[in-house]
């Protein structure tokens, strides 16, 4: 068999977008992503389960199965169903996108193998009962070994996949398969793998002693500085899943507007913002702890976390420019919204990408900035105003972004098309509908005080009578409805993908099938292909809707951010 031959066999250019796709390296984005959907489903399952006990009127589970509910929903969704995704991630951009072969598919086997060991063995330990400590697992609470060795395995296995990465990318610069400056979506992949390096150290730093603990090998560590480096894990994670979501933002406005960034340098910069600083800002979920000067608090949770905002408030200007110039360029440019219209709206992995924009900037960044400054944090920090903020960032923002990408990713990498495109087109909608109800519930429902994490908010039983406000269990059932809303949207998203992966007609041999009209479709392949330059003309900052947008956002802030402080007030007496 002659060496043409052989690299023939080990690739196919995809008749979309004319990239090559490495046939080993697509095997394991198909693999991970897979298994993505399978853990979400479970995350899922627990999802449900959980705003209709949170649901007063409802209580759906006992005490003993709210717990464990709890746990499996934020163990499958924040660790296994987002991270497997991410692995998918890594793998198409730095093949595909860089035009070159995987470093090891041995490690590859490897990572994986540990990553479904790993995740198997921590859903069957908490569901047998023997892990009922949620997410954070925060001493003196104590699972069986095999939690903490299922998450370890996992970790290392994640670990591998970055390795593997990076090895991808010296090969790729080392013999040239691309030409200029990486990719700006493989260069967010790689921030996010950076990040991730640091976040899975910090988890071994806090997991393997807990893991020796368990086992009876060494005494238990000092609940302080287990919390401490926990949320370098935690909280470091969320930003692996920022600079993810962000990279899917720019990849799917790119593929469904013809969008290419204004200014790639600045998006660049954007990036390295997050490496440097969002590690620090890990702090605001620490703000409650004694141990930490209020010193050291109040720089890492303001100067320090400003400079991360800043990446993502760069990011949320950048991406709705992009596509602004990118409209206007095909025509759309009367008044200062008309392009916005004319925005690809029915096609589900445009619109998933654009609300998982709105829904993380306008909802999760503001809520996020606010509860991070330490006065407000603490009427705030365990109530239910903290799973309001991050069900808006990890669910509206990340989870839903990766959805949209999803929309792209079966044709282009399973080559098979969608059934049911109507109700495709609805599925972003419905779920992202379902996630704002949730969470403004939860967050209302946290203002009057309800707590996060407890199964019973009327303390049925207790010696003095307590409750809260009638007025709580409104948005208690506003978060019920919205909780099985979004459960709805999840549960179509997965028969949609599962129906159209196994299922679907092949599209081996053609062009991907547009979610759009023919003659908008034509435009946008033509801007994919050709740049923005265009002599005597300058639409680089042509861009009065995406400021419009801006300033709309900004005044939101302001005027939650000082709402926040008059409630203050009420606390403390300022005269």
């Known amino acids: 068999m002659s060496t043409e031959t052989i690299k023939a066999k080990a690739h196919r250019i995809c008749e979309t977008t004319g990239l090559t796709i490495f046939l080993k390296a697509q095997f394991f984005v198909k693999v991970n992503a897979v298994l993505a959907v399978i853990f979400l489903l479970i995350g899922g399952i627990a999802a449900i389960s959980l705003a209709l006990t949170r649901w007063s009127n409802v209580m759906l589970l006992s005490d003993v199965w709210y717990y464990r509910m709890l746990t499996l929903h934020g163990v499958n969704m924040l660790i296994f169903w987002i991270i497997f995704f991410e692995m998918a991630i890594l793998y198409f951009a730095s093949t595909t996108l860089l035009n070159t072969k995987m470093f090891s598919k041995n490690l590859a086997h490897v990572s994986l193998a540990l990553m479904v060991a ?34 370890i395995l996992f970790a290392v296995g994640a670990l591998i996949v970055c390795f593997n990465f ?39 730093a806090a997991l393997i002693p807990t893991f020796f603990w368990s086992m009876g090998w060494m005494e238990m560590m000092d609940t302080g500085t287990y919390r401490l480096l926990w949320w370098g894990l935690g909280h470091h994670s969320q ?4 600079a993810a979501m962000v990279s899917v933002w720019y990849f799917v406005a790119t593929m469904s507007t013809g969008a290419k960034p204004l200014n790639e340098t600045v998006c660049r910069g954007a990036f390295i913002l997050y490496i440097l600083f969002i590690n620090l800002a890990a702090a605001h979920h620490l703000l409650v702890d004694p141990g930490l000067s209020s010193e050291w608090k109040m720089w890492n949770t303001s100067y320090a976390m400003y400079l991360a905002v800043l990446a993502s408030m ?56 606010t509860l991070g400054t330490e006065q407000i944090n603490i009427m705030a920090h365990n109530t239910l105003r903290i799973p309001g903020h991050f ?23 399973f080559q098979k098309d969608f059934y049911m495109k109507k109700l495709a087109r609805i599925q972003p909608w ?31 039983g207790a010696n003095l009578e307590t409750g809260f ?10 978060l019920g409805i919205g909780g099985t809303i979004a459960f709805l949207g999840l549960l179509l998203f997965i028969v949609l993908i599962v129906a159209a992966v196994f299922f679907g007609p092949s599209l081996k041999g053609q062009k991907m099938p547009t979610w759009q009209n023919k003659r908008d479709q034509k435009m946008t392949d033509e801007l994919i292909s050709k740049g ?44």
């Not at 930003?239 to 920022?242: A, D, F, G, L, T």
Request: aromatic fraction near 14%; proline fraction near 5%.
């Open 118 to 151: 790993g995740a198997v063995l921590t859903n069957y330990i908490i569901l047998d009962g023997q892990a009922d400590v949620l997410i954070t697992s925060y001493p003196p609470l104590e699972a069986h070994p095999i939690f903490y060795l299922g998450i």
């Open 166 to 204: 990076f090895a991808t990318l010296y090969i790729a610069k080392k013999n040239k398969t691309y030409e200029g400056s990486m990719p700006l979506v493989t260069f967010g992949a790689a921030t996010a793998a950076i990040i991730a390096v640091v976040a899975l150290l910090h988890g071994a």
């Open 239 to 242: 930003q692996i899943n920022v």
């Open 314 to 369: 760069i990011h949320g200007y950048t991406v709705p420019a992009s596509m602004e110039v990118a409209m206007r360029r095909k025509g759309f440019d009367k008044g200062i919204l008309g392009w916005f219209a004319r925005l690809p709206w029915k096609d589900p992995g445009f619109s998933a990408v654009a609300l998982s924009v709105i829904i993380f900037g306008f909802i999760g960044g503001i809520t996020g900035v």
């Open 391 to 413: 069900h808006a960032t990890v669910v509206g923002g990340t989870s839903l972004a990766f959805m949209g990408l999803c929309y792209y990713l079966v044709p282009l990498i």
């Open 430 to 460: 419905l779920f992202g509908g379902g996630i704002v109800m949730m969470s403004l519930g939860m967050s209302f429902a946290g203002t009057y005080g309800v707590p996060r994490r407890t199964y019973d908010v009327d303390f049925s």
């Open 469 to 478: 406000d009638p007025v709580a269990h409104i948005f208690l059932g506003v």
């Open 532 to 575: 923005y330059e265009e002599e005597g003309k300058d639409y680089h900052v042509k861009t009065p809707g995406t400021i419009v947008l801006v300033l709309i956002f900004l005044l939101s802030f302001a005027i939650y951010y000082f709402a926040n402080w008059a409630a203050l007030t009420d606390l403390w007496f300022i005269r």
